[in-house]
T-cell receptor
Framework: DARVTQTPRHKVTEMGQEVTMRCQPI?????VFWYRQTMMQGLELLAY????????DSGMPKDRFSAEMPDATLATLKIQPSEPRDSAVYFC??????????FGPGTRLTVL | AQSVTQLGSHVSVSEGALVLLRCNYS??????LFWYVQYPNQGLQLLLK??????LVKGINGFEAEFKKSETSFHLTKPSAHMRDAAEYFC??????????FGQGTELSVKP
């Protein structure tokens, strides 16, 4: 049963600390998406990659957020420095067929 | 630009009653349309999708949706609600570059 995996599932950190979230897309999928979900804003697309190349990161605060795909089996989302307003659930999704996306379980981030 | 409007942030039905979750879309090109479900503390899971084939689409767990171009709608229905259907439901439309544009979500409650 192929699934998107995300680590860690929960992260509590203090303001100013660096946070790294990892995602392993489904093997063979060539597109990876990063979303953020909050009560106030709902589901927001932060960035996405196709064949490991960034296609769109316009939804991401550039000064503190960065997203990379070091290889086809790993996508990372980093926040440095973190702020309380970054508290949210961060989802990774992967896909192969255009538009169909499979979501991971999410990383729940709390920044104190 | 593409957009999605989900009418009603919260819908409550009795067990066994009809479920109707409303979604209207805006798209300058023929759209692909999706419904996703999110159970508590989980990622989004694809319920069904419309990709320009049959206008009545059947999905998992007894859900279906009908694409109505004249009404720019893609409402989700289920004849008889179960307690396990309680979750948040998201409608999405295809955007540029393989992105999905999500609605704000509708929380479905099922009363015994």
């Amino acid at each position: 049963d192929a699934r998107v995996t995300q680590t860690p599932r929960h992260k509590v950190t203090e303001m100013g600390q660096e946070v790294t979230m990892r995602c392993q897309p489904i093997l063979g999928h060539n597109t990876v998406f990063w979303y953020r979900q909050t009560m106030m804003q709902g589901l927001e697309l932060l960035a996405y990659f196709r064949n490991r190349a960034p296609l769109d990161d316009s939804g991401m605060p550039k000064d503190r957020f960065s997203a990379e795909m070091p290889d086809a089996t790993l996508a990372t989302l980093k926040i440095q420095p973190s702020e309380p307003r970054d508290s949210a659930v961060y989802f990774c999704a992967s896909g192969l067929v255009v538009y169909e996306q499979f979501f991971g379980p999410g990383t729940r981030l709390t920044v104190l | 630009a593409q957009s999605v409007t989900q009418l009603g942030s919260h819908v409550s039905v009795s067990e066994g009653a009809l479920v109707l979750l409303r979604c209207n879309y805006s798209s300058s090109v023929p759209p692909y349309l999706f419904w996703y479900v999110q159970y508590p503390n989980q990622g989004l899971q694809l319920l069904l999708k419309y990709t320009s084939a049959a206008t009545l689409v059947k999905g998992i767990n007894g859900f279906e949706a009908e694409f109505k171009k004249s009404e720019t709608s893609f409402h989700l229905t289920k004849p008889s609600a179960h307690m396990r259907d309680a979750a948040e439901y998201f409608c999405a439309v295809s955007g540029q570059g393989g992105k999905l544009i999500f609605g704000q979500g509708t929380e479905l409650s099922v009363k015994p």
